[in-house]
């Protein structure tokens, strides 16, 4: 049990969907923290840290800021033995952090944290401050995440549909270029599709008050006694599937807090890890890339493929600075990083639905005449 008088450490969890601004809106909190000491859980789904040496970016080397990759998987999900021990160290550490930070791979959703954070190993040091969604507006508005034919369509919009779920907040992120009228259909969207959502916030610039993001106390403490067993579901739900026939295999009841849900958040964490169709890989070159190339061959693979997220650091030949690449679907910004010079290698980041390995290498080698494997 918690000890009286002994102060909980309040951990904010921001989830969003691949390519929404997540990494850069959490940079900015910590260029901007003030005096907070912050620890940060950085969790990508691909094998190498890209997000992680952004954040780092942002933070230099001040000591208040501690930053924890984990890169390869979903954190707090079954098969991450390294969240619950990273925590603990935290809590060990307590004297000297205000708030922790968590940021969540594109492809998980937020409950496997929240099922953690209630648990007996976790809840006697930390409380859920709040949930973040970030959302990528102008794909938003275009449709993106309607669930369409394409299987690909359906699992980008289920997901995305789970990660709004459970936010307390969304972030209505990259939104310089809307009107007014843009953004209230945006909240209309929004509200639509996740109606319990108590706040929408506008990042513009990626920028977010950090009154609004930080210290926000938004749950009370709550601790999960005891767990259930639950029956595998063989596929995630669609928007119009009927009840189960057989409610037992969902079988729960209420607990305080956030516990009413418990049972739900180790249900949808099941789902996911059911789900196969998402993958990732690495490919590499050791020939110097041309950008406008490099960006028509990602453009033209992601026309091609259902991939749905791109990153990395590229070799350029005309600049000795590391370039980041990011993509969102087609769209691709290269942006030189005057702080980190090119390695002799180029490395990017597929995350997507099905996504075919040696097709995309096929592609790149193709349209950028470097070999890409």
């Not at 190498?48 to 954040?55: E, F, K, P, T, Y």
């Not at 259902?306 to 600075?321: A, F």
């Amino acid at each position: 049990m918690n000890q009286p008088g002994k102060q909980l450490i309040p951990v904010t969890i921001v989830t969003g969907f691949l390519g929404a601004g997540k990494t850069t809106l959490l940079r900015d909190l910590v260029e901007r923290r003030q005096t907070r000491r912050l620890a940060l859980l950085i969790n990508e789904f691909g094998e190498i840290s890209v997000d992680g040496a952004l954040v780092r970016n942002g933070a230099g080397d001040d000591p208040q800021v501690c930053i924890q990759d984990f890169p390869h998987g979903l954190i707090a999900y079954g098969d991450d033995v390294l969240f619950v021990p990273a925590m603990r160290e935290i809590a060990q550490r307590r004297a000297q952090i205000d708030h922790v930070l968590i940021e969540t791979s594109g492809l998980a959703l937020p409950t496997a944290v929240m099922e953690l954070l209630q648990s007996a190993e976790l809840a006697d040091d930390f409380i859920l401050d709040a949930t973040l969604a970030v959302v990528d507006t102008p794909l938003l508005l275009s449709g993106q995440f309607e669930h369409g034919l394409r299987d690909a369509d359906s699992a980008a919009a289920t997901m995305f549909d789970q990660q709004l779920e459970y936010a307390d907040v969304v972030v209505l992120n990259k939104i310089d270029e809307l009107d007014e009228a843009a953004l209230l259909r945006a909240e209309t969207r929004v509200r639509e599709r996740a109606p319990k959502v108590r706040f929408l916030e506008l990042a513009y610039r990626a920028q977010l008050d950090i009154r609004l993001a930080l210290g926000l106390r938004l749950h009370q403490p709550t601790r999960t006694e005891h767990t259930h067993v639950f029956t595998p579901l063989a596929t995630v739900p669609g928007p119009g599937a009927a009840p189960l026939a057989a409610q037992s295999r969902l079988n729960g009841h209420a607990h305080s807090g956030l516990g009413a849900h418990s049972h739900g958040l180790a249900t949808h964490k099941h789902f996911h890890e059911q789900d196969p169709g998402w993958l990732s890989f690495v490919l590499r070159s050791d020939a110097p890339q041309d950008a406008q190339q490099l960006k028509s061959a990602l453009a033209e693979a992601a026309r091609a493929e259902p991939i749905l997220r791109s990153k990395g650091y590229i070799r350029l030949r005309d600049t000795d600075n590391a370039v980041l690449v990011q993509g969102v679907r087609a769209r691709l910004t290269l942006q030189a990083d005057a702080a980190r010079p090119a390695s002799g290698r180029s490395q990017l980041v597929f995350i997507g639905y099905h996504i075919n390995r040696v097709k995309v290498a096929a592609l790149l080698t193709e349209h950028t005449g470097t070999a890409w494997r």
